[in-house]
């Protein structure tokens, strides 16, 4: 034969023949290297490889542990292989590549069987492993192209040369969609079960498993049939793969399985959405987004969530209340109305309120509640909200009066007065528009009357009033007019529950702080809180306001506070602005300071019988009533330089055997009278009653407040 080719083809043309054929085999070759190179061109490095990272959310924790709010972009919480339960990992691998831990990335056997189906007509789609999943899902589009399945299978062969199976196995099931915005097992396990992966059994793995083909076609909140049917074929998968017996199957595939709410993960998503938000802000300022969103920071607050609820809840019964009451035009009611109609108004127009909680001791935040609704308006009127103060300003000016050796029998002029400014004449009148005369200074805090406070301006001025608000932490700019002791200006309720906690600490003010604790997700410490104490005031001064404004809370224009639910010991005041464009209440435990405000957000009039006692001490007493049981009754101890003196209510002396309304008041060293009463004559009392009073001194009702 040989020698008839050699006879038949002269011997130049076989040599030609044997020339093309390596020269077509060299360019086969080199056709080959360049389109790989081409399609390798701007695949990840080897080095990105090695180091595959999938983004993980941050988890913002309670004070209890419990998960407040998660951030990312990729909703995953990635576990290791050996918290993934058998099954599941059996029902993955019998549907999806059943020869998953024999092939090295491409599965040959598999690609030849569809292309040899799809040419008889037996199309089946789908001939990608594990790995080129991982691989299309971590780097590659899902466009349906012959160059990205190309790129798919080189990507898959250098994973497989870098990782092991059970490494490759891990990342796919962290890495895959598993339908509305989650990514990975466990995130699909809380999502559609509200249960952690491993505490799952079969029947929800499995469902788990068949979700992965189409996600959203097999949702079991929007279509139970078709993901009960998908759970069918993975088990059917399972027993063609040995991986169960046919008594198995039939067991698993008759169990019902209990899906999650899918309406509760939107409920929490509004709980204490402000706080969360404060949160979400600084973890942004100090770490950036990408780390905010796509690293995985663990981050403990100081919210404790019962709290957090009772806030809530007392402040959306009386929120309700007030708008019945009043007949407000635009309602929280009527504005969620509107909304679902589709015509949402371009402004929150409805009644607003906010809510702070703090530990004296320590300034964490326990609870917060910048509005009604967060979905409504952003706008915290908690922590950012800059509002004119009225009386809850007051105390700052009281203190400042104890400390220019006026004390609580100093005996204060209600009489109209007027203060030439400079610019205006300023004359200051009570809420009741009424004049008293002469009252105790203990009286005309608790009362909440204006004049014998403003009063203090001819006497001390505005500088040391000043001076005290900044060493109680207020540092919004205050206006330099008589008016500020009558609480002209404008605070943050954050900064009027940080000064009255420093009553309530002993006169230390303590920075208030939202987080304790934040780490990265593999342990470091990036943040740790300490607590910061200043010593602002003198221990007895800060004793002294707190019996003064135990009064106010008991006696006072805060005595409401006791028949609406807060029993304990306490301290507080109340605070109404002109025209009722704010109504404010602040008080104290020995261990917590609860602030509230109520007004618009554009500040307008509330109405009738808009006042700081009826429109935000009913939630103050309401919410802080169940806090306060629940620590039980606390004394305010009181530090021993306190003086303890029997005077006269009339004069604010020394009282005498002759005086007939005489009550054990306390002072400041030194600053108790020491002349006996004029008015009465006999002979002084002596004695000192050590038994800390908090009886008022004044039996008289309330009817002044600004």
Same mark, same amino acid.
């Given at each position: 034969?040989?020698?008839?080719?050699?006879?038949?083809?002269?011997?130049?043309?076989?040599?030609?023949?044997?020339?093309?054929?390596?020269?077509?085999?060299?360019?086969?070759?080199? *056709?080959?290297?360049?389109?790989?190179?081409?399609?390798?061109?701007?695949? @990840?490095?080897?080095?990105?490889? #090695?180091?595959?990272?999938?983004?993980?959310?941050?988890?913002?924790? !309670?004070?209890?542990?419990?998960?407040?709010?998660?951030?990312?972009?990729?909703?995953?919480?990635?576990?290791?292989?050996?918290?993934?339960?058998?099954?599941?990992?059996?029902?993955?691998?019998?549907?999806?590549?059943?020869?998953?831990?024999? %092939?090295?990335?491409?599965?040959?056997?598999?690609?030849?069987?569809?292309?040899?189906?799809?040419?008889?007509?037996?199309?089946?789609?789908?001939?990608?492993?594990?790995?080129?999943?991982?691989?299309?899902?971590?780097?590659?589009?899902?466009?349906?192209?012959?160059?990205?399945?190309? #790129?798919?299978?080189?990507?898959?062969?250098?994973?497989?040369?870098?990782?092991?199976?059970?490494?490759?196995?891990?990342?796919?099931?962290?890495?895959?969609?598993?339908?509305?915005?989650?990514?990975?097992?466990?995130?699909?396990?809380?999502?559609?079960?509200?249960?952690?992966?491993?505490?799952?059994?079969?029947?929800?793995?499995?469902?788990?498993?068949?979700?992965?083909?189409?996600?959203?076609?097999?949702?079991?909140?929007?279509?139970?049939?078709?993901?009960?049917?998908?759970?069918?074929?993975?088990?059917?998968?399972?027993?063609?793969?040995?991986?169960?017996?046919?008594?198995?199957?039939?067991?698993?595939?008759?169990?019902?399985?209990?899906?999650?709410?899918?309406?509760?993960?939107?409920?929490?998503?509004?709980?204490?959405?402000?706080?969360?938000?404060?949160?979400?802000? %600084?973890?942004?300022?100090?770490? *950036?987004?990408?780390?905010?969103?796509?690293?995985?920071?663990?981050?403990?607050?100081?919210?404790?969530?019962?709290?957090?609820?009772?806030?809530?809840?007392?402040?959306?019964?009386?929120?309700?209340?007030?708008?019945?009451?009043?007949?407000?035009?635009?309602?929280?009611?009527?504005?969620?109305?509107?909304?679902?109609?589709?015509?949402?108004?371009?402004?929150?127009?409805?009644?607003?309120?906010?809510?702070?909680?703090?530990?004296?001791?320590?300034?964490?935040?326990?609870?917060?509640? *910048?509005?009604?609704?967060?979905?409504?308006?952003?706008?915290?009127?908690?922590?950012?909200?800059?509002?004119?103060?009225?009386?809850?300003?007051?105390?700052?000016?009281?203190?400042?009066?104890?400390?220019?050796?006026?004390?609580?029998?100093?005996?204060?002029?209600?009489?109209?007065?007027?203060?030439?400014?400079?610019?205006?004449?300023?004359?200051?009148?009570?809420?009741?528009?009424?004049?008293? +005369?002469?009252?105790?200074?203990?009286?005309?805090?608790?009362?909440?009357?204006?004049? @014998?406070?403003?009063?203090?301006?001819?006497? &001390?001025?505005?500088?040391?009033?000043?001076?005290?608000?900044?060493?109680?932490?207020?540092?919004?700019?205050?206006?330099?007019?008589?008016?500020?002791?009558?609480?002209?200006?404008?605070?943050?309720?954050?900064?009027?529950?940080?000064?009255?906690?420093?009553?309530?600490?002993?006169?230390?003010?303590?920075?208030?702080?939202?987080?304790?604790?934040?780490?990265?997700?593999? *342990?470091?410490?990036?943040?740790?809180?300490?607590?910061?104490?200043?010593?602002?005031?003198?221990?007895?001064?800060?004793?002294?306001?707190? %019996?003064?404004?135990?009064?106010?809370?008991?006696?006072?224009?805060?005595?409401?506070?006791?028949?609406?639910?807060?029993?304990?010991?306490?301290?507080?005041?109340?605070?109404?602005?002109?025209?009722?464009?704010?109504?404010?209440?602040?008080?104290? /435990?020995?261990?917590?300071?609860?602030?509230?405000?109520?007004?618009?957000?554009?500040?307008?009039?509330?109405? %009738?019988? !808009? /006042? +700081?006692?009826?429109?935000?001490?009913?939630?103050?007493?309401? &919410?802080?009533?169940?806090?306060?049981?629940?620590?039980?009754?606390?004394?305010?101890?009181?530090?021993?330089?306190?003086?303890?003196? #029997?005077?006269?209510?009339?004069?604010?002396?020394?009282?005498?055997?002759?005086?007939?309304?005489?009550?054990?008041?306390?002072?400041?060293?030194?600053? &108790? @009278?020491?002349?006996?009463?004029?008015?009465?004559?006999?002979?002084?009392?002596?004695?000192?009653?050590?038994?800390?009073?908090?009886?008022?001194?004044?039996?008289?009702?309330?009817?002044?407040?600004?």
């Amino acid at each position: 034969m040989t020698a008839w080719l050699q006879r038949t083809i002269p011997r130049r043309w076989v040599q030609r023949l044997l020339a093309l054929c390596l020269l077509v085999f060299a360019g086969a070759v080199a *056709g080959s290297f360049v389109l790989l190179n081409k399609l390798s061109s701007d695949l @990840p490095s080897l080095e990105r490889l #090695r180091n595959i990272q999938p983004s993980e959310k941050t988890v913002i924790f !309670a004070a209890t542990g419990d998960t407040l709010r998660e951030f990312y972009t990729q909703n995953r919480t990635v576990v290791p292989l050996e918290r993934i339960p058998p099954h599941l990992l059996d029902a993955v691998i019998a549907t999806e590549d059943r020869r998953f831990y024999d %092939h090295y990335g491409i599965d040959l056997k598999r690609i030849v069987k569809i292309v040899l189906d799809n040419v008889f007509g037996r199309g089946r789609p789908g001939a990608s492993t594990l790995t080129m999943q991982l691989a299309r899902n971590l780097w590659l589009t899902p466009e349906k192209t012959l160059s990205r399945k190309f #790129r798919e299978m080189i990507l898959a062969v250098q994973i497989e040369q870098i990782y092991t199976k059970d490494e490759i196995l891990a990342m796919y099931l962290n890495q895959i969609y598993l339908g509305r915005g989650t990514y990975g097992v466990q995130a699909a396990a809380q999502l559609y079960f509200g249960r952690d992966l491993q505490d799952l059994g079969p029947a929800e793995t499995s469902m788990i498993a068949g979700l992965i083909q189409l996600p959203e076609r097999y949702n079991p909140f929007l279509y139970p049939d078709a993901a009960y049917r998908r759970r069918a074929t993975v088990l059917q998968a399972m027993l063609v793969a040995g991986k169960l017996t046919s008594a198995q199957a039939t067991q698993i595939g008759a169990t019902e399985v209990t899906i999650a709410d899918p309406d509760a993960a939107a409920a929490e998503a509004g709980f204490a959405a402000y706080f969360v938000e404060e949160v979400r802000k %600084h973890l942004e300022r100090t770490y *950036g987004v990408d780390r905010l969103y796509t690293d995985g920071l663990r981050v403990w607050t100081t919210l404790v969530p019962r709290y957090q609820t009772w806030l809530e809840d007392a402040a959306q019964e009386h929120m309700l209340a007030l708008e019945m009451e009043a007949g407000y035009a635009v309602t929280k009611a009527r504005y969620d109305s509107l909304s679902a109609a589709g015509q949402r108004p371009e402004k929150v127009e409805y009644l607003q309120c906010a809510g702070l909680l703090q530990d004296v001791r320590t300034g964490a935040i326990l609870a917060m509640l *910048g509005g009604r609704d967060f979905a409504d308006s952003k706008w915290n009127n908690a922590w950012q909200a800059l509002r004119q103060p009225g009386s809850i300003f007051k105390p700052v000016v009281y203190l400042t009066a104890l400390q220019h050796n006026y004390h609580p029998a100093s005996i204060l002029l209600d009489t109209p007065f007027v203060v030439d400014t400079g610019s205006s004449l300023w004359r200051p009148k009570n809420f009741s528009n009424r004049f008293q +005369g002469p009252v105790s200074l203990r009286y005309a805090l608790s009362r909440s009357i204006n004049t @014998p406070t403003a009063k203090f301006y001819l006497d &001390f001025g505005l500088q040391p009033v000043l001076d005290n608000a900044a060493r109680l932490g207020i540092t919004s700019p205050l206006p330099r007019v008589p008016a500020l002791l009558l609480g002209a200006g404008e605070l943050t309720l954050r900064e009027v529950v940080g000064a009255y906690a420093t009553f309530a600490n002993h006169g230390v003010r303590v920075e208030q702080h939202l987080i304790t604790r934040v780490e990265s997700l593999d *342990g470091e410490v990036l943040e740790q809180t300490r607590i910061r104490q200043y010593e602002v005031l003198d221990p007895a001064e800060a004793y002294l306001m707190t %019996h003064l404004l135990h009064t106010a809370l008991r006696e006072g224009t805060g005595q409401s506070a006791r028949w609406r639910g807060f029993t304990k010991t306490g301290a507080g005041k109340t605070g109404t602005t002109n025209e009722s464009t704010n109504a404010w209440f602040c008080g104290y /435990t020995p261990s917590y300071c609860g602030g509230i405000w109520v007004g618009f957000d554009e500040p307008q009039p509330m109405g %009738h019988n !808009a /006042t +700081g006692a009826h429109h935000a001490l009913p939630i103050w007493a309401k &919410f802080m009533g169940r806090v306060a049981d629940e620590k039980g009754d606390e004394p305010f101890v009181r530090p021993p330089a306190i003086v303890e003196k #029997r005077v006269c209510l009339f004069s604010g002396l020394l009282a005498t055997s002759a005086c007939d309304s005489t009550a054990v008041e306390v002072f400041l060293p030194g600053t &108790f @009278p020491q002349s006996v009463c004029d008015v009465h004559g006999a002979e002084a009392h002596d004695r000192s009653d050590r038994t800390t009073s908090f009886d008022a001194l004044d039996k008289l009702s309330p009817d002044d407040e600004f």
